[in-house]
């Protein structure tokens, strides 16, 4: 049904730290890997070889350069975009054929590769373009949070997360219930203060990210190398010259 | 918005055929109802191949077209699920009212009731095809409480150019259904007209930094994008073919769809006989042109939220 549950359970998500991630792709590549042979059919590729290389992805890395406007300073900010499991996603309710559902035991948000019509309208509910149409099964990819690790007993326990989780290498992506406020990711959300993407848009996404940290210079560093110039520039240029003479006579006594 | 072919063919036709047969139930209604089999076989004949041809058309761009069946189960909540079952219910007062005005051996009170069910179904199916549209919050051209109305009377307009046409090149006259007509052409060319002010001057409320949540940091720009070729997000929602010539093909849509056969629509009401037949099929091709590239433009300009997240700026 593509009616919503009223609660569910519990609200499996991802948070997402934008400090960390170095958008180096191991998510996105890791994500195709596993899905590929997973849940749903083959996420195809057309014209892998080709000219015009494209196919269903259910994680795209974008790169942000965000510029303040109070010193001019840019950063660079790596951006993983996949599907947010909302809480209310108008990509269920629109869907004519109830391929598209919301699990009450965890909120994940699935397509049933077997009922759906490939009537695209889902892709167009969704703000996040979280999801992929398969040119080639004719049926809508998207985001399964690795329903087919998650709660998979002949996998060790520490691997029984989404792939993207487990491929990360700078520990930037993190699995778990978001609906529970104890649990390991609600305390990092609570103290890095996580946010949603497009909150006012109202569909409320259960995943969250974490904000980039203060530059290194708003924190001090940058008082440090103006204090480090200042003892430069502050010493003497006699004492500058002895201290060469001293370094020669070092060097020159081995 | 990619405009898929097969949906503009599927909206345009299916809307003229609803209107079609809207207008003849009209004159069962008013007692205008014509004679003669001839004509309202070839009346309802085209209604109902534009009806049918236009939903057989929608499945065309169905990645499953097969499965096209499993699509009238989500009424509950989905405005496609809702158009296809009233679409389908509707085709049974239309089929009773064919019936009524070809055959002739219906009760006038039955034939009454088919007329007031084929007017109240064809109104709500052709609601749910805008509905399905501007219920997207996702694509604020289209959210919008103007957009519904505008397919119904766009609706009305092209059914009531080919129905008066029906009636010239039968030796008719038109009769109050052209007057109507002309009235529905007008309302069609004012809410189109509020439509693209309305788009125009609307805010874009969604921003790159409101996609990102980054706006506390600063202005946020693409850099680096996360694929080297369109995807299907970039190729379906991000299409920017129309947006250059907007102006050009919104000027082409108010002559084709409102001027020209307005005009030629009130010359025919005013002259009759071999004039009409001319200019109401005059009428029709333009209206048909006008209509067309109304929906194709319905599509081309309106943008989604999601290209922020590839292009930046606000939506």
Known sequence: MTALPATTEKKLGLVIDLDTCVGCQACATSCKEWNTAGYSEPLTDEEPMGADPHGSWLNRIHGYEVKSAEDNTSRTVHFPRSCLHCEEPACVTVCPTGASYKRVEDGIVLVNPETCIGCKLCSWACPYGAREYDYSSGVMKKCTLCVDRIYNETFAPEDRVPACVKACPTGARHFGDIGDPSSDVSQLVAERGGFDLLGAFGYKPVNKYLPPRPKAHDNGAAAAEAAHAETISSTPPEARLEKFFAWADKVLSR | ?315
């Not at chain 2, 097969?66 to 909540?77: G, H, K, L, P, V």
């Not at chain 2, 059914?159 to 109050?176: E, K, N, P, Q, T």
């Not at chain 2, 720009?221 to 920017?240: A, C, D, I, S, W």
């Not at chain 2, 006008?290 to 997240?309: C, P, Q």
């Open chain 2, 1 to 315: 918005m990619h405009p898929a072919y097969s949906v503009i063919l599927f909206t345009t036709a299916s809307g003229a055929g609803y209107g079609l047969v809207s207008w003849i139930a009209y004159t069962v209604l008013t007692g205008e109802v014509q004679n003669g089999a001839a004509l309202n076989t070839v009346a309802f004949g085209l209604g109902l191949l534009l009806i049918a041809g236009g939903l057989l058309s929608s499945t065309a761009h169905l990645g499953r077209p097969e499965r096209a069946w499993r699509a009238f189960s989500q009424w509950q909540t989905s405005w496609l699920s809702r158009e296809g079952v009233v679409a389908l219910a509707t085709f049974a007062p239309i089929l009773l009212l064919a019936w009524a005005v070809i055959i002739r051996d219906v009760s006038p009170s039955l034939a009454a009731l088919a007329a007031v069910l084929t007017i109240i179904g064809a109104g709500v199916t052709v609601y749910c095809t805008g509905m399905i549209y501007a219920s997207l919050r996702t694509i604020p051209a289209w959210n919008r409480p103007v957009v519904a109305p505008i397919y119904i009377v766009l609706s009305l307009t092209t059914g009531g150019v080919l129905y008066c046409a029906l009636m010239a090149a039968f030796g008719r006259d038109i009769g109050s259904v052209g007057w109507l007509t002309l009235l529905a052409i007008f309302a069609s060319l004012a809410l189109k007209a509020f439509y693209w002010g309305d788009i125009d001057t609307a805010p874009r409320k969604w921003t790159a930094e409101d996609a990102t949540g980054l706006g506390r940091f600063g202005r946020v720009t693409p850099l680096e994008p996360p694929h080297t070729q369109p995807n299907f997000v970039m190729r379906e929602m991000g299409y920017k073919v129309a947006r250059k010539h907007a102006d050009k093909l919104r000027w082409s849509t108010t002559l084709c769809l409102g001027i020209i056969p307005g005009g030629a629509l009130l010359l025919a009401l005013l002259t009759g006989g071999v004039f009409a037949v001319v200019l109401t099929l005059a009428a029709v091709i333009s209206a048909a042109i006008g209509v067309l590239t109304e929906r194709w433009l319905f599509f081309a300009e309106a943008k989604h939220i999601v290209t922020v997240y590839y292009e930046g700026g606000a939506v």
